[in-house]
């Protein structure tokens, strides 16, 4: 019965199709739904939804030793902001990490470099990551001390240290990741080795480099703390761990609370403002990286 | 279409005429080639002992089923992998490694560098020709990119493209260079039925202007009597030539067909053995 059906049906043919012209004109989202499209004003909803129930529980137990509330932490950051003291440690750490971050990622890049250009360096970083990774970099600072003495080299050395080793192997991944296709179209028109690598794998392995480069400052970071906590001040005056270590000799706690989170702000801002933007302009860009 | 920079133009004429003055020498010269590779602990053989003369303006097709090492082959005149014996001579010099006279389109969409746009991946290769100037370099990948009708999208980035279009892409890059032969490795497998016809008329209008010689993997027997101009079967486990046929430009729909139908018989008579042996 169909079948009769359908043979009996006439064809059809379009002869001219109308474009849709005005019917597809761009609608606007209403305000809120646009804000909650907006990654920025998402997360602050939820910043300010942690830090009420912070508020609201430091109030509850009501004991400063152990949980200050929110407020009175506020108010220890904005007077030592206020005094000085805050931004001139947070100005002695960052310094201290960005010359460590820096001694670190020219060595990762270098030591990767190697280690894809000839059998030889592949074999190295290998052994040395597999030995060095998981050898926490506090422990070599009583070596450090010994070998670079009281000052500034030996907490850079553990700081590089500790950046060095989780960066290689995030761009080692990287630039194992990279398809064939890609390779062979970079070494087509006949690039050396060096140019080939800065080219072609280098940007083709910019998203785990990129993941390496937020891995290792949070290395860096709390490889410099932790070592300004136990190793104090340097000759240059301490930095934020020193802060909170000193604050908690004196039993100020909200002070303590302060340096943690100043730490945690310039966290924030370095992913927010930092990372995010490389990452918007280079991998976001091109694709190789998708939004969600 | 191709008038707009016809600096580009010129010169790829140009440089295409005087290889036709040589006549029909060969340009490049495939000599018992022999392709292994190692595969866990195994030595597989790829193709054994083939040969091969590819002539100035060729289309030449290297056919045959997956398996037949046709991949290989052109990866080998590429200078990617080397024969393990047998040499590869491209105007008498011997195959060793990469190089611009021999640019290469490959099967998959990801061949262009995602961080480059348009414009940039058709740039990228010409640091290798040093006498070209940034605004030489420019104006030739530019005129490329018109010439196979991308000029709207030369400063997109390769996501923004459709598969056609990325291979487009891919062949002016190739094109651009001017290169002395063009390598396909099965470049529009990947694509739509009618976008792969598209592009197969494209690609012969493209020769019909430009006359380059290229090498066209395939594996498709419909695609080779559409493009080529001569065409070498090989049969798989391990690739040896079959046949070399010719397939004249002037050859009407029924002869063609005619081809097709002796290839495909040629190709099924291999023994089923040989098959199951892996």
Redesign the interface.
Request: cysteine-free.
């Given at each position: 019965m169909g079948s009769a059906e359908n043979t009996t049906r006439p064809d059809l043919i379009v002869e001219r199709i109308d474009k849709p012209g005005v019917a597809l004109l761009k609608a606007r989202l209403p305000l809120w739904q646009r804000m909650l499209r907006h990654d920025g004003s998402r997360r602050a909803l939820l910043i300010i939804a942690m830090a009420v129930c912070w508020e609201i529980y430091g109030r509850s137990i009501d004991n400063d030793l152990v949980l200050p509330t929110l407020s009175a932490v506020l108010n220890a950051l904005f007077k030592s902001v206020a005094e000085g003291v805050m931004p001139a440690r947070v100005w002695n750490s960052m310094a201290m990490l960005l010359e460590g971050y820096a001694i670190g990622v020219a060595l990762a890049i270098f030591i990767t470099t190697l280690a894809i250009t000839t059998k030889l360096g592949d074999d190295l970083l290998t052994t040395l990551t597999a030995m060095l990774n998981p050898l926490p970099a506090i422990a070599l600072l009583p070596l450090a001390l010994l070998w670079f003495g009281l000052g500034n080299a030996s907490m850079l050395f553990v700081v590089a240290h500790s950046i060095l080793w989780p960066l290689a192997l995030n761009i080692h991944a990287g630039y194992q990741g990279v398809?064939e296709?890609?390779r062979?179209?970079?070494?087509?028109?006949?690039?050396k080795p060096i140019?080939y690598v800065a080219?072609?794998l280098f940007?083709?392995a910019?998203p785990s480099v990129i993941s390496g480069l937020k891995v290792s400052w949070a290395f860096g970071w709390r490889t410099l703390i932790a070592a300004e906590l136990v190793f104090g001040a340097s000759s240059s005056g301490g930095g934020i761990g020193w802060f909170i270590s000193a604050k908690r000799n004196d039993l100020e706690i909200p002070d303590v609370f302060a340096g943690l989170l100043v730490i945690v702000l310039i966290g924030l801002a370095m992913e927010g403002l930092v990372f995010r933007e490389l990452e918007r302009r280079?991998v976001r860009?091109?694709?190789?990286l998708r939004d969600r | 279409m191709v008038q707009q920079s016809p600096a580009g133009a010129n010169i790829h004429t140009r440089h295409h005429r005087t290889g036709a003055l040589r006549g029909q020498d060969t340009l490049l010269g495939v000599d018992g080639v022999t392709l292994q590779y190692p595969s866990g602990s195994d030595l597989v053989t790829a193709t054994w002992r083939v040969s091969f003369n590819v002539h100035h303006m060729d289309r030449y097709i290297l056919l045959g089923p997956s398996g037949c090492g046709k991949s290989s082959l052109l990866?080998a005149v590429?200078g990617?992998i080397q024969p393990a014996e047998g040499v590869i001579r491209l105007r008498e010099a011997v195959v060793q490694?990469?190089?611009?006279d021999?640019?290469?389109v490959?099967q998959?969409f990801?061949?262009?560098?995602?961080?480059r746009t348009v414009l940039e991946n058709v740039m990228?290769?010409?640091?290798?020709r040093k006498s070209w100037s940034f605004r030489d370099r420019r104006d030739r990948a530019l005129s490329s990119i018109d010439k196979v009708g991308l000029a709207q999208f030369a400063d997109s980035?390769?996501?923004?493209l459709s598969g056609g279009m990325k291979q487009r892409a891919a062949i002016a890059r190739a094109m651009a260079?001017e290169p002395d032969v063009l390598l396909m490795d099965e470049p529009f497998a990947a694509l739509d039925a009618l976008t792969r016809r598209r592009l197969q008329d494209e690609l012969l209008k493209l020769w019909d202007d430009l006359r380059f010689t290229m090498l066209f993997v395939t594996h498709a027997i419909d695609e080779a009597t559409r493009i080529g101009s001569r065409i070498l079967v090989l049969s798989p486990h391990p690739g040896q030539v079959r046949a070399e046929l010719a397939c004249p430009d002037h050859w009407g729909a029924t002869e063609r067909r005619a081809l097709e139908q002796q290839i495909t018989e040629m190709l099924l008579e291999t023994p089923e053995a040989s098959d199951g042996q892996r």
């Open positions: 398809s296709t890609l062979m179209a970079g070494r087509n028109p006949g690039l140019p080219r072609v940007p083709a910019l280079t860009r091109w694709g190789m | 990866k590429a990617f490694k990469p190089g611009p021999r640019m290469m490959f998959e990801d061949q262009l560098f995602p961080w990228f290769p010409m640091t290798a980035y390769p996501h923004q260079m």
